[in-house]
Structures are given as structure tokens and as C-alpha cells.
Nanobody, 124 residues
Framework: QVQLVESGGGLVQAGGSLRLSCVAS????????VGWFHQAPGKEREFVAAISRSGGSTRYADSVKGRFTISRDNAKATVYLQMNGLKLEDTADYYCAAASTTYSISNSDAYTYWGQGTQVTVSS
């Protein structure tokens, strides 16, 4: 069992930055690839970014390429999502998830463990 806890969300103006953190406990995080997903009100959960177990491979949704960066520190059992150039459409609840695989994966069905989410609100 892996427990994931997200933090770092908040209210930010358009063009600003936030860094989300996902801290894992229960099992060694470097046994899992990790993804970030978001869900806006009234919409389905969508893939944002993913990182492989080693950190050597990353994957991004087209909507965030060049603005968001996913990284991990396995020694701290933490995965980060650095979000720059935030846009109004980035407003959503952000979730991290862990998958028992080596690769970075965008398919939410591959993820077994999910955090409770952290809210990000971008204002004009």
C-alpha cells in the first residue's frame, strides 16, 4: 500500500508559478512511476505529466509542455510538479498517482494509488 499526500496548491494570478509536491509513504517510492492529473469542475480527470521510476523519462500533456516540469527525489519519496506561466484553464484539483511500472504513463487506468488532491486556482 502506498499513501500519497499532495501539497502546494493555492490561489495564483495568471502568469504566476506554483510547485506541487507529492509525498509518498508506506512503500519505497522508487518502485513506482508517478503521474499528475487534474480535474476541473464539471470535467473529467485529465493527464498532466508523468515520470518514470528512475526519473529518466517524462511525459506531458500538450497543454502544459514548456510550462510544467515534473521531477522526483526518491531519497525524499517526493515527486514535484513545477508549474510556470499558469493560465486560467489550469484551474483544477491536482492529484498525484503511483503505478507499479517502470515507464512514464499517461493512462489513468494504469495507476493504482491516488492522493486526495490539492486545489489550484488561477485568477485573472
Amino acid at each position: 500500500q502506498v499513501q500519497l499526500v499532495e501539497s502546494g496548491g493555492g490561489l495564483v494570478q495568471a502568469g504566476g508559478s506554483l510547485r506541487l509536491s507529492c509525498v509518498a509513504s508506506g512503500r519505497i517510492l522508487n518502485n513506482y512511476s508517478v503521474g499528475w492529473f487534474h480535474q476541473a469542475p464539471g470535467k473529467e480527470r485529465e493527464f498532466v505529466a508523468a515520470i518514470s521510476r528512475s526519473g529518466g523519462s517524462t511525459r506531458y500533456a500538450d497543454s502544459v509542455k514548456g510550462r510544467f516540469t515534473i521531477s522526483r527525489d526518491n531519497a525524499k519519496a517526493t515527486v514535484y510538479l513545477q508549474m510556470n506561466g499558469l493560465k486560467l484553464e489550469d484551474t483544477a484539483d491536482y492529484y498525484c498517482a503511483a503505478a507499479s511500472t517502470t515507464y512514464s504513463i499517461s493512462n489513468s487506468d494504469a495507476y493504482t494509488y491516488w492522493g486526495q488532491g490539492t486545489q489550484v486556482t488561477v485568477s485573472s
